[in-house]
Antibody
């Protein structure tokens, strides 16, 4: 069974750093792009960008470029989403999702990671 | 890229059929058949309901069907049931972005 399992909820203060993870199983992890998708409270889905675990190639949605960092460790079938300085506006649920090919709609989703940034 | 356009809400009575539209451009929906639909219940992750415009993943009820005409894709739910009450999102490949584009979402209410 194809699965993506994300790290648990986080509560942080503005200005702090954070790295959340997404671990894949049940398929050849290195061969599929992973998208990071943001859902702010009461809002819709926004694709932040994608990362290819095979070579750690990344493509950012221009709206998120410079705000977050994607990375991957294919040896442990895990991708990461990182912030160096969180803001309150980063409070949201973040999903990882597998793309069958680059740019395609995702077919499998992680359970989501709730990030709360508050002083 | 701009989000795909969906109605904010659609409602229907149990047993009825409803259709949710998803309108894009000739760079996304109008250019190919890589359109998916997702169902999201409160507090849950999105679930794939339709892929490549018309295909249902294994395990998804055949009450859900998809179609496309020009720049608009549609999701139809037949025999509406209480459990269908959720938010629904479309998503399309787009030639203008490597990351794809989502619709703004539609809240389905079962009266």
């Amino acid at each position: 069974e194809v699965q993506l399992v994300q790290s648990g909820a986080e509560v942080k203060k503005p200005g702090e750093s954070l790295k959340i993870s997404c671990k894949g199983s049940g398929y050849r992890f290195a061969s599929y792009w992973i998208a990071w998708v943001r859902q702010m409270p009461g809002r819709g889905l926004e694709c932040m960008g994608i990362v290819y675990p095979g070579d750690s190639d990344t493509i950012y949605n221009p709206s998120f470029e410079g705000q977050v960092i994607f990375s991957a460790d294919r040896s442990i079938s895990t991708v990461y989403l990182q912030w160096t300085r969180l803001q309150a506006s980063d409070s949201a649920i973040y999903y990882c999702a597998r793309q069958p090919w680059q740019g395609s709609p995702p077919d499998t989703w992680g359970q989501g990671t709730l990030v709360t940034v508050s002083s | 890229q701009s989000a795909l356009t969906q109605p904010a809400s659609v409602s229907g009575s149990p047993g009825q059929s409803i259709t949710i539209s998803c309108t894009g451009t000739s760079s996304d929906i109008g250019d190919h058949n890589y359109v998916s639909w997702y169902q999201q219940h409160p507090g849950k992750a999105p679930k794939l309901m339709i892929y490549e415009v018309t295909n249902r993943p294994s395990g998804v009820s055949d009450r859900f069907s998809g179609s496309k005409s020009g720049n608009t894709a549609s999701l139809t739910i037949s025999g509406l049931q209480a459990e269908d009450e959720a938010d629904y999102y479309c998503c399309s490949y787009t030639t203008t972005s490597a990351v794809g584009v989502f619709g703004i979402g539609t809240k389905v209410t079962v009266l």
